[in-house]
């Protein structure tokens, strides 16, 4: 069985001496593993589209028996997003976006607007300077469209809106008001100036500086919500020290 989709390639795995495991996010079928056989030989010349990061259009087939994972039989570009990886920073920040999609993506799932906002988000990210922002505001909506909204309007326990302060607490994956201090422990207090610029982010307005305290919120949230840290920061912060 012949199947043709659209995709991003997120990462790349070697497998055995010649094959390659790609994960790919795709508009038809969210995010897929495919196996490329002999990419070192047969498909050499393709080798320059298979780079992560860059979206392809491809065909797969899989053997009707045994199950096991599609394997590629034609790639064709159609955007080679090279600039990502000749830019360290960029690259960086790319990583950081591309895992938060990573892991908030369950197999298989269908999710076009998650795969137009990775579009999207890798474009601005070629083009512009404020890559942090902007992989910011990508995580914000990627946990919006995947059903985990950041809560910026009211308190997430006793839902009052917030009076000028507001407290973090990560291991409650929640912003709260002063009232509902006792529970837990707060990582953060916010003001108005970080309340208002959280709110911006999450309907998708960019801010014209982004607060540290923004960043804190958004990578505290990532970690209740996926019980897991985003891996690339590290890299990030290597390469930002
Ligand atoms: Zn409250």
């Not at 065909?59 to 600039?83: D, K, Q």
């Not at 298989?108 to 404020?130: D, I, K, P």
């Amino acid at each position: 069985m012949y199947q043709k989709y659209t995709g991003i390639i997120l990462k790349k795995y070697p497998v055995n001496e010649a094959d390659e495991l790609l994960t790919i996010y795709t508009r038809e079928a969210g995010k897929m593993r495919v196996m490329a056989r002999g990419t070192h030989k047969i498909l050499s010349k393709l080798a320059g589209s298979l780079q992560s990061l860059n979206e392809i259009e491809f065909e797969t087939a899989r053997r009707s028996a045994g199950g096991g994972l599609p394997v590629l039989i034609s790639v064709r570009p159609r955007a080679i997003n090279n600039y990502l990886r000749e830019n360290l920073k960029k690259f960086a920040y790319a990583l950081v976006g591309v895992e938060t999609l990573y892991r908030l993506s369950p197999d298989g799932q269908t999710n076009s607007r998650a795969y137009e906002s990775l579009v999207s988000f890798l474009e601005r990210l070629g083009r512009g300077a404020e890559e942090n922002l902007q992989v910011r505001m990508f995580q914000l909506e990627l946990l919006g469209i995947s059903g985990f909204r950041l809560e910026t309007d009211q308190c997430w326990s006793c839902s009052s809106r917030f009076l000028g302060r507001a407290l973090f607490i990560a291991e409650k994956g929640g912003i709260f008001c002063g009232r509902c201090f006792e529970y837990g422990q707060p990582d953060l207090f916010l003001g108005e100036a970080e309340l208002r610029e959280l709110k911006l982010l999450n309907s998708g307005r960019a801010v014209s500086r982004l607060l540290p305290a923004v960043g804190t919120v958004i990578d505290g949230f990532l970690k209740y919500v996926l019980e897991r840290d985003i891996k690339s920061n590290r890299f990030l912060q290597t390469l930002n020290s």
